[in-house]
């Protein structure tokens, strides 16, 4: 056993070239032999060569930790940190050392929170992709084994069939030639042609042929691992970091703005001490900066993955998540997705065309040509049509099997029949068995009017040929083909399409069937599951000239799916969709659904799918079904409406605190304590963290990130709170409108002896604790009205963000009735001016939905149209809200074709006339949606009646007019 370990050591030391020896010289260097490697023998090589896997870098825990205080809204708060220790001075007080801790206290909080969520997160994301870990096929103490590809060593003898990532580099052995995709490897951009004996590299695809291998390297000896050690990490910026940056900047210039005019104001108008304008800078540096929004949002797309993957949705691109929600057009593929993929052979409707064979002799041909391991649909359906899979080869001495693939459509097995006489058959698309057989011309007529009769009752068509080679050569031509019989293949729709395509349009995603079947085929099974029978061969995707004369663009764009469609096809439709403006989605599972994976916003590889098109995929689902994918949609759409809903409240308090506490100290020379900024946001934060997991309601349609609703609507609602806190100052140190109103303390200035400096301080300290308890109350609110579409009391929020904010109001409020804290500057207000300022704050929060509603109202560019209809504008500019109103036109085409309803918000429906068609357009889609459950039930009916060969055309067909 030493012995062997040594021997295989060396080629860890490649003093052996593994790739260029002859492959009988590959099982003795790697002592090893066809027959695979027993348990104990593969737990030795593991301890040799190491899993199959490439080295991960261990990033320190500690650097990790750090790297959250190393972004563009950390350096804001690090830069107010060193301006409160270091700046912060004079005026006889010594440096601010409490703003200081409190500051890094701040930071720490966050990065200690982004920490952990992300850690966790990255635990649950491990354990995800864990599920997605490329297998392998290897033979393992004799028999055929799946599994882990992490787990293999060299000298393992694998399978390599179509569709499959080269799990290691490895030797061919013998068989036919295989069509290796090495882009990823060599940037070669078509397929290289590998003969066994020749050298396949992991990370390679396999796009055509089926052969076994021998296993010579793994992990970092592979030509992929070394290649991966030169090669450095490149970081790429998405969407949804260039929309955090965006806001960031906004955030940030904002404050900067403010800063600028406290400084002209403090230190040029009102000749101020150097302290006091650095405390005042302070206050808007801390309060204005948003330093929990990575980490909010972060966690809340993490957490949403985890739920996602719940349902049977990986997310191998966190942002595939916000794609998702703003997804407007998904192709999906009809087996498999739309249909249940579980094939059937109706025996008494098989078409024999070749004399002498009848229907049982025909399904044996046919098993013949199967697969009797690693079967896909049609082998297993045409195989369990004999009474025992046995037979398929019983009698016979397979010679060599021809597996599928895309440019062939066919499979083939040729045999040595009892007599040693050798014989072919062949299954597959009928137009290629069709174009082989001798007799084409004279039964082409017959053929096809078969398929259309298939086609019609919604079945598939399997061709089978058969041909003896006489002159006794495997790989020779053989003699002529005969053309055998055509099988019908039924593939049943799943019980739920139907009801989550509706659910789909309802929902603003527009279905489009993508299928290689005939366009008959495809008409049916719209028919059946409701989405309709506007489709097109693929056949009209080759030019723009068609009968309707409309451009292949717009035939994309109407049409509910296209039959006959080979994977360029697939990417075609996807680029001209795109071209639309359309966010689009595509389902797909071979190894030539890779492109169109790729070209797509959101890829989905679906349930079963080659390890190619996992590859190319954004989002693998772990089961099948087209449910899963709405599912899925509706999740996004709720996680990326916390974020939304955070965004906006994030830029609606800095707006509020910027330009609240500017104008205070510009108008009235008010200095509000730096701590006391620190105590909001240290709350604000612990109650906004719960946002990731709050119960919210997704957008009806698809969305997006909308930057010019996210700045206007906070910038709006933050200015109007800012206004509200300066009307509250004024009425509290201005007048006695609280006192008389309320009968408590009198904080009118005009009262007081001013020139004290002592009564001075105490009344801007009472001043400060009352101002601190109005900006925090009425701040932390507000996420309640951001978080939601209509009244902010209507939709319920999520029960931690309620316990949350309860537990920090109470805290706020406890601290300004009773604390006195000379350190921060804030004195006692008592109970009475903090019930006072609950009650102002309430009616201040009234308000807040109403101006969230005219905003809206206002981006929706239905104001600019009426300035321009009743030519009222003050300017000569005629495009005045262009693009609402073109997005307003897009929508209303959207809801002509079904793909979204045309409803209106509540506050939007003003007249009685127009409430009154609101009652008849539900009435009418009441109606709509019963005939389109009867229509699905005549199809339904249709298609039975069909496969029991009835006709009900003639007797009925009054009875089913719509």
């Known amino acids: 056993m030493t012995d062997i370990s040594e021997d295989l050591k060396a080629i860890t030391t490649e003093s052996i070239d593994l790739e260029n020896v002859p492959v009988e010289e590959v099982f003795q260097h790697l002592k090893c032999t066809k027959e695979g490697l027993s348990s104990n023998e593969v737990q030795e090589r593991l301890t040799v060569f190491g899993y199959n896997k490439l080295e991960e870098k261990k990033e320190s825990k500690i650097l990790k930790f750090l790297g959250f205080m190393w972004n563009p809204l950390s350096w804001v708060m690090e830069a107010a940190a060193i301006m409160a220790i270091g700046l912060a001075h004079g005026g006889g007080k010594p440096p601010d050392y409490h703003d200081f801790v409190g500051i890094v206290v701040l930071l720490l909080i966050n990065s200690t929170i982004s920490f952990v969520e992300e850690n966790n997160a990255g635990n649950a994301a491990a354990a995800l992709m864990a599920q997605l870990a490329p297998k392998a096929k290897a033979i393992r103490d004799g028999k055929w084994d799946e599994i882990d590809a992490a787990e293999l060593v060299p000298g393992d003898i694998v399978s390599i069939k179509l569709g499959d990532i080269i799990p290691a580099d490895a030797r061919l052995l013998e068989g036919d030639p295989l069509k290796i995709d090495q882009a990823t490897l060599t940037g070669e951009s078509l397929p290289v042609t590998k003969n066994p004996g020749a050298s396949v590299y992991s990370g390679s695809t396999c796009k055509q042929g089926e052969i076994e291998a021998v296993v010579i390297a793994t992990g970092v000896h592979t030509f992929f691992g070394k290649a991966a050690h030169l090669v450095d990490s490149t970081t790429h910026v998405g969407h949804f970091q260039k929309v955090l940056t965006a806001i960031g900047n906004f955030c940030i210039c904002s404050i900067a703005v403010g800063m600028a005019i406290e400084i002209v104001v403090i230190y040029g108008l009102q000749k101020r001490g150097y302290r006091v304008g650095i405390d005042n800078l302070l206050v808007l540096l801390i309060g204005g900066i948003p330093i929990a929004m990575p980490t909010v949002l972060s966690v809340t797309m993490a957490i949403g993955a985890h739920r996602l993957a719940q349902q049977g949705a990986i997310t191998k691109r966190m942002t595939a998540i916000e794609e998702m929600a703003g997804m407007d057009v998904l192709c999906s593929d009809k ?28 399904v044996l041909m046919a098993a013949r040509a199967a697969r009797l391991e690693n079967q896909d649909a049609i082998d297993t359906a045409i195989v369990s049509m004999l009474s025992d899979p046995k037979e398929a080869r019983a009698g016979i001495k397979e010679l060599h099997f021809l597996p599928f693939s895309p440019a062939n459509r066919r499979t083939a097995l040729t045999y040595l029949d009892g007599e040693g006489k050798m014989h072919r058959v062949s299954k597959g698309a009928p137009e290629e068995i069709l174009d082989m057989a001798h007799n084409k011309s004279e039964i082409k007529d017959k053929v096809h009017e078969t398929i259309d009769k298939f086609a019609e009752r919604g079945l598939r068509s399997l061709g089978l040929a058969y041909q003896q080679v006489p002159d006794g050569d495997v790989k020779g031509e053989g003699g002529p083909w005969d053309f055998v019989a055509l099988l019908p293949l039924f593939d049943p729709p799943r019980h739920d399409s139907a009801q989550t395509i509706e659910r789909a349009l309802h929902l603003g995603v527009s279905v489009k069937m993508i299928t290689g079947d005939q366009l008959a085929i495809a008409k049916e099974t719209g028919r059946r599951l409701g989405m309709g029978t506007n489709m097109y061969p693929s056949s009209s995707l080759l030019s723009d000239n068609n009968t309707e004369a409309v451009s292949i663009d717009e035939l994309i764009e109407n049409a509910d799916g296209f039959a006959g469609v080979f994977p360029e096809h697939k990417y075609e439709i996807v680029k001209r969709l795109q071209s639309r403006k359309h966010i689009c989605g595509m389902t797909g599972d071979g190894v030539n ?335 709509i949606a019963k005939m389109r459950e009867v229509q699905t039930l005549k199809g339904k009916v249709e298609s039975a009646a069909k496969l029991k060969g009835l006709h009900l055309e003639d007797a009925n067909s009054n009875n089913y007019t719509i």
């Not at 059937?344 to 025909?362: H, Q, T, W, Y």
């Not at 772990?622 to 709720?638: D, F, H, K």
Request: proline share 3%.
């Open 335 to 362: 087996t498999g997705t739309l249909t249940l993929n579980k094939l059937s052979v109706d025996k008494n409707l098989i078409e024999v065309f070749k004399k002498g064979i009848d229907r049982d002799m025909a």
């Open 593 to 927: 659904d890779a492109p169109a994976l790729k070209k797509a916003d959101i890829g989905i590889a679906v349930d079963d799918a080659t390890d190619a098109a996992r590859s190319a995929s954004d989002i693998v689902l772990t089961e099948p079904g087209l449910s899963v994918i709405i599912s899925a949609v509706l999740t996004s759409r709720a996680i990326f409406q916390r974020m939304k809903n955070y965004t906006i409240y994030a830029v609606s308090i800095t707006i509020r605190i910027v330009m609240g506490f500017m104008l205070l100290c510009v108008f009235w020379e008010f200095d509000f304590p730096p701590f006391m900024v620190l105590v909001i946001a240290i709350l604000n934060d612990g109650t906004i963290m719960t946002i990731s997991k709050d119960r919210v309601k997704p957008s009806p349609t698809p969305d997006c990130w909308k930057l010019k609703e996210i700045f206007a609507t906070g910038v709006v609602l933050g200015a109007y709170l800012a206004i509200m806190t300066v009307v509250f100052f004024w009425a509290a140190y201005e007048t006695n409108f609280f006192h008389n109103i309320f009968h408590v303390r009198n904080f009118n200035q005009h009262h007081f002896d001013m020139k004290d400096k002592k009564v001075a301080a105490n009344l801007n300290e009472h001043m400060a604790s009352a101002v601190y308890l109005q900006v925090s109350t009425i701040s932390q609110a507000l996420i309640f009205v951001t978080r939601s579409r209509s009244w902010s009391f209507v939709e319920r929020p999520g029960f931690l963000l309620v316990i949350a904010f309860l537990i920090a109001q109470l805290v706020a409020s406890v601290i300004a009735a009773m604390a006195t804290w000379p350190f921060a500057g804030i004195r006692s207000i008592g109970w009475g001016w903090t019930g006072v300022i609950w009650i102002f704050n309430i009616v201040t929060y009234m308000l807040l939905d109403p101006i969230k509603f005219l905003v809206r109202y206002a981006l929706s560019g239905k104001s600019w149209n009426r300035m321009v209809d009743q030519r009222i504008a003050l300017t000569g500019k005629k495009n005045f809200g262009k693009e609402e109103r073109m997005a307003a036109w897009a929508t209303e085409k959207r809801t002509q074709h079904g793909l979204e309803t045309g409803h209106k918000p509540v506050y939007e429906r003003n007249s009685a006339t127009e409430l009154n068609n609101m009652a008849d357009e539900a009435r009418r889609r009441a109606e």
